[in-house]
């Protein structure tokens, strides 16, 4: 039996599905997974976003240089291991100890291929990541936008795994099926709101969501569609400025963070989701609530805007009010144009799922094992 190893620095809760359906898939395919998990920082664990599963491995965990650097000793675990899947972050001293030591197992990353949030792309923390993007023997990226990213850097593309990064929608999907007609009017009622369409934002409230923009776009659309209504569902650092924003005008609501089945709920009163700004797994609430996703190619986003196609499951413009604006004019005033990307969402719900990315690294992990070691590696 091959054994597996897969290094988290820390495990959230929304990875919890998917280990426990590629425990599943490698077990089929008489492979072993083990998993060994750190804790997370001060300022993680008030998130209170973390997972636990009975199977997992605690490992110590360091973090120095006020949490820039992270040590995480595993060497004594990986004894046997024939693969062992670390994601890449150059935080992650160990990471560096096991590209430059001598192994008898293959190493494989797992992750984006770049910060995408970097504030300085060309600079030396972006450079020294992709210097490490060679030195392992296969790659697993969350999306299409992630491999390209790698290849870029010069890493094989028959080397690597696009594993469609997902979080378990099955529950999601539940609760978007058991929001009946009724409530969905009793909230918009109890919102203000009359029979016009509705945008939703939803989301942490903070700069590189851009609210200043969402403010604006909302504003330049209620001026060609009237009875255009917002509701802003979030929290963050700057909800005093979406309460200022927000007062004096009946047609826009902001209601706070709302979780689970009552976000759902409330998404069920709008016809589109607005998010000029910073785009992630957001994405999978438009896709199974089928409501379709408005943004721009502002540069911020992160690697599942590669699960936005344009005008089939959601609209990305030009980075421009105008654009925007005009874009989501037309959706919400076209009822063929909306059918359509409310028909794409439901089939894009049905692809990216966390079973299907479970096989898909199911399937990388046994080519990887096939394949020969990477020869540049040691280059």
Request: glycine share 8%; with cysteine.
């Amino acid at each position: 039996m091959k054994r597996i190893v897969i290094i988290q620095r820390r495990l959230t809760h929304y990875r919890v599905p998917l280990f426990a359906a590629l425990r599943m898939a490698l077990a089929e395919r008489n492979a072993q997974l083990e998993l060994l998990v750190g804790r997370a920082t001060p300022a993680e664990e008030k998130k209170n976003d973390a997972g636990e599963l009975p199977w997992a491995r605690m490992i110590p965990t360091h973090y120095l240089a006020g949490g820039r650097l992270c040590w995480q000793p595993v060497q004594r675990h990986l004894a046997g291991a024939d693969l062992v899947i670390v994601t890449q972050e150059n935080k992650l001293i160990q990471n560096h100890l096991l590209m430059l030591a001598s192994r008898c197992f293959k190493l494989a990353f797992w992750g984006h291929g770049a910060n995408l949030q970097s504030d300085n792309p060309s600079g030396l923390k972006e450079r020294f990541k992709r210097w490490t993007t060679n030195r392992v023997d296969w790659w697993f990226a969350y999306t299409q936008m992630s491999a390209g990213l790698v290849t870029a850097a010069g890493f094989p593309d028959t080397r690597i795994t696009v594993l469609n990064n997902a979080v378990d929608t099955s529950e999601l999907q539940r609760q978007r099926e058991s929001v009946k007609v009724e409530e969905t009017q009793a909230l918009r009622e109890s919102l203000g709101f009359g029979a016009g369409p509705v945008g939703v934002f939803v989301g942490s409230l903070y700069a590189d969501k851009r609210l200043e923009f969402l403010f604006g776009a909302s504003e330049a659309i209620r001026s060609v569609v009237p009875d255009f209504q917002l509701l802003i569902v979030g929290e963050g650092v700057e909800r005093d400025k979406v309460q200022a924003w927000c007062d004096g005008k009946p047609w826009a609501r902001w209601v706070g963070a709302r979780f689970g089945r009552e976000k759902v709920a409330y998404m069920s009163v709008a016809h589109v989701m607005l998010n000029p700004g910073a785009l992630g797994l957001g994405i999978m609430d438009a896709f199974v609530c089928q409501t379709p996703m408005m943004t721009a190619d502002c540069g911020n986003h992160g690697p599942e805007i590669a699960y936005l196609e344009n005008d089939i499951n959601g609209v990305i413009t030009a980075d421009d009010l105008k654009s925007y604006v005009a874009a989501c004019v037309n959706v919400v005033r076209d009822a063929g144009t909306m059918e359509t990307l409310r028909t794409g969402c439901a089939a894009s719900a049905r692809e990216y799922t966390v079973e299907n990315m479970a096989i898909r690294f199911a399937d990388g992990i046994a080519r990887c094992l096939e394949a020969p070691r990477h020869s540049r590696r040691a280059s």
